[in-house]
């Protein structure tokens, strides 16, 4: 079996909230470590996430032992970065044994061929702000010049803070499925150019949803504030699903 699951943002919210998602989340890994090939984890693990050469942030014990105790045990963790936690370096790969993917990338598993990313810089041609903001925080030389010049309490109090700003900005009006649309394009139009795909896994937009139509497949997984969090199962003939983990 395969799993999938995405927008934890660990260390979100107060102290207490904090904990209970982290405490959930490894619940989770233990449920599904039982049969787990291997486990990908897809963007906004951590609600924010600045790595410097020698210094990471503060918190996630759990997480990380629970990540490092699966990955020792022979189970696959993979880690795509998404927006909340794009800036990782060596760290979680040296420490935790955790396979990290900065970028989306197509993987086969189970003989599906499947395109998985985050979904955030996707499809956004349109937006030159969304581009331009994007670009600055991909920079390699914007982020050796932060991490040069700015002391990491200061840098963790500043990602905290954006942050929080921005999850309350895209949770500040409920989503319906319409808002997936512009992913769903993007995936038709990767897959007219790549028909060897068989799903699209994303993370990003907090809503569960199967999208199977036309021959073109786009999973999206939940966050984890709710009650309930839904995952991606894949078992090993290839067949998909969205799952749910009840967190109370
Ligand atoms: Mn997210």
Redesign the pocket.
């Known amino acids: 079996m395969y799993y999938f699951a995405s927008?934890i943002?660990l260390g979100a919210g107060d102290r207490h909230t904090a904990r209970l998602t982290e405490n959930r989340f490894c619940s989770w890994l233990d449920h599904v470590s039982a049969d787990a090939e291997a486990i990908y984890l897809v963007g906004?693990i951590f609600d924010f996430w600045f790595e410097y050469r020698r210094v990471v942030p503060k918190g996630f014990t759990r997480t990380l032992g629970k990540l490092s105790e699966l990955s020792d045990r022979g189970i696959g963790i993979h880690l795509f970065t998404?927006n909340?936690d794009m800036w990782c370096r060596d760290y979680l790969q040296e420490e935790c044994g955790i396979h990290l993917h900065l970028h989306p990338e197509e993987i086969t598993l189970a003989g599906q061929r499947l395109f998985i990313a985050h979904g955030d810089n996707l499809n956004i041609k349109g937006q030159p702000m969304l581009r331009l903001m994007n670009a600055g925080f991909r920079s390699t030389t914007v982020r050796a010049l932060f991490s040069w010049l700015v002391h990491p309490d200061l840098a963790l109090k500043f990602g905290k803070w954006w942050s929080s700003k921005s999850r309350k900005s895209h949770g500040s009006q409920p989503i319906d499925v319409s808002h997936l649309d512009f992913l769903i394009e993007y995936a038709r139009t990767r897959k007219s150019e790549r028909t060897e795909i068989d799903a699209f896994i994303f993370?990003?937009m907090?809503l569960p949803h199967d999208y199977d139509r036309d021959g073109l497949r786009v999973l999206f997984m939940s966050?984890w504030s709710g009650e309930q969090a839904s995952y991606i199962a894949l078992d090993d003939s290839g067949q998909l699903s969205i799952k749910t983990f009840d967190l109370r």
Do not use: I, L, P
């Open positions: 927008d943002h906004d998404g909340h993370g990003h907090h966050d």
